[in-house]
C-alpha cells in the first residue's frame, strides 16, 4: 500500500498499522540490514548479507529494464536468476524502490491492489550505464549454485533423520555431520585439496 504526502508516492507495508511507523527505512518497517533468506552461510538468520544496498539498487533497476513489476515479482526473479543463492528479503527491496523513486528513477502506479514500478527515462538511462559496466549482481558461480543445491538435500535428509529416526540412527548422523564440518574446513585450509582432473 501507500500514502501520499506532499503528492509522492511513499511505499507502506499492509500490516504497518501493527508494526508502528508505516513508511519504510525506520522502526516498524522494513528499514534493517537487506539480509537474504536461507540457510546460515547462504545469508539466513544471525548472518549479515554479503550483498549491500549497492547490489539491490542496481539489480532492481537493471531487471526493470525487462518491464514493470511489482515489489514480489521483483524479489522472486532475483530468487530465481540466482538459482536460489541470492534470496533478497522485502526489507532489501522496498527501501530501495522508495530511495529510486525519491531519486525519481522509478514511479510507481497501483494495478490491482499493488504498487507496480516502472523506469523513469532518467532511472532506464541509469540502468543501460549500470549494464555497461558491471556484470548483473545476480548472476553466481554455477560451483555456488552447485553448494545450494547439495546443502538444501542434506537438510532435507537431517530433518527426516530428526523427524523418524531412532536414538542410535541420530547418533550416527551427528558424528557423520561432525566429521564433514571438519571435512570442509579442511578444504578451506587447503588441506584437502580434490584431486586434480
Do not use: C
Request: aromatic share 6%; glycine share 16%.
Amino acid at each position: 500500500m501507500h500514502d501520499i504526502r506532499g503528492g509522492a508516492m511513499r511505499w507502506e507495508h499492509p500490516h504497518a498499522a501493527r508494526m508502528g511507523r508505516g513508511r519504510f527505512g525506520g522502526p516498524g518497517g522494513f528499514g534493517g540490514p537487506g539480509g537474504f533468506g536461507g540457510p546460515p552461510g547462504f545469508g539466513g538468520p544471525g548472518r549479515r548479507s554479503r550483498r549491500n544496498r549497492g547490489d539491490v539498487r542496481s539489480a532492481v533497476l537493471r531487471l526493470l529494464t525487462e518491464g514493470p513489476m511489482h515489489g514480489y515479482q521483483i524479489i522472486q526473479e532475483l530468487t530465481a536468476r540466482s538459482g536460489g543463492v541470492w534470496r533478497p528479503s522485502p526489507g532489501a527491496v522496498y527501501p530501495t524502490l522508495q530511495q529510486l523513486e525519491d531519486e525519481g528513477l522509478v514511479r510507481a502506479e497501483e494495478q490491482e491492489g499493488r504498487n507496480v514500478v516502472e523506469l523513469t527515462e532518467a532511472g532506464r538511462a541509469d540502468a543501460e550505464r549500470l549494464a555497461q559496466s558491471a556484470e548483473a549482481p545476480w548472476v553466481v558461480d554455477k560451483e555456488l549454485v552447485e553448494v545450494r543445491e547439495q546443502f538444501d538435500q542434506l537438510a532435507g535428509a537431517i530433518g527426516q533423520v530428526a523427524r523418524a529416526g531412532s536414538g542410535a540412527q541420530r547418533t550416527e548422523a551427528a558424528r557423520i555431520l561432525a566429521e564433514a564440518r571438519r571435512a570442509v574446513y579442511r578444504v578451506l585450509a587447503g588441506d584437502d585439496e580434490p584431486p586434480a582432473g
